[in-house]
């Protein structure tokens, strides 16, 4: 298994974290295919999404993987007008991470974050470990305590 830069700033921090790895498959980088990879709750891994807002600039979403992000409802958690998804071209340049390996930990910069609440009513939630294929395991309080971000109401229902 290879240590991310996810994963040594958590040592660092001595945040308590688990992983786990899966087969990535190019044709499906999507997070429900790593969920099933991972014999996982769909309900419990969640994606990570950049979005730029049109007052406070970029922000991120981490959101279950099988959820559809409200634009509305990300809007008024970060107290904006407006908010839209960054172009996938974008996402390097901006974040440092590629498609399938985005982690809400050890951006370039640290964005706003923001957390569904679904994530409370689990004891540990996986999110990218910054790589493809690399999941870290950790308790949702310890994840938003560490990024300094916080829980909001994301998705549809």
Not at 26 to 50: C, N, P, R
Not at 123 to 132: K, P
Request: charged fraction near 25%; hydrophobic fraction near 40%.
């Amino acid at each position: 298994m290879v240590k991310t830069n996810a994963m040594r700033m958590l040592d660092k921090a001595k945040v308590e974290y688990a992983t786990r790895e899966y087969e990535v498959d190019e044709q499906d980088l999507s997070g429900s295919h790593a969920a099933d990879m991972m014999g996982a709750d769909h309900g419990s891994v969640f994606k990570t999404l950049v979005l730029k807002g049109e007052k406070m600039g970029y922000l991120v979403c981490c959101i279950p993987v099988d959820g559809e992000l409200d634009l509305k409802k990300v809007a008024k958690a970060a107290k904006d007008k407006k908010v839209e998804m960054i172009p996938m071209k974008d996402l390097q340049g901006i974040t440092g991470y590629i498609r399938g390996g985005c982690s809400p930990i050890g951006m370039k910069k640290q964005f706003p974050t923001f957390i569904d609440e679904t994530a409370r009513s689990y004891e540990e939630i996986v999110v990218s470990g910054g790589l493809r294929g690399q999941q870290i395991v950790i308790s949702p309080q310890a994840l938003v305590d560490f990024i300094k971000g916080e829980f909001a109401s994301l998705i549809h229902f």
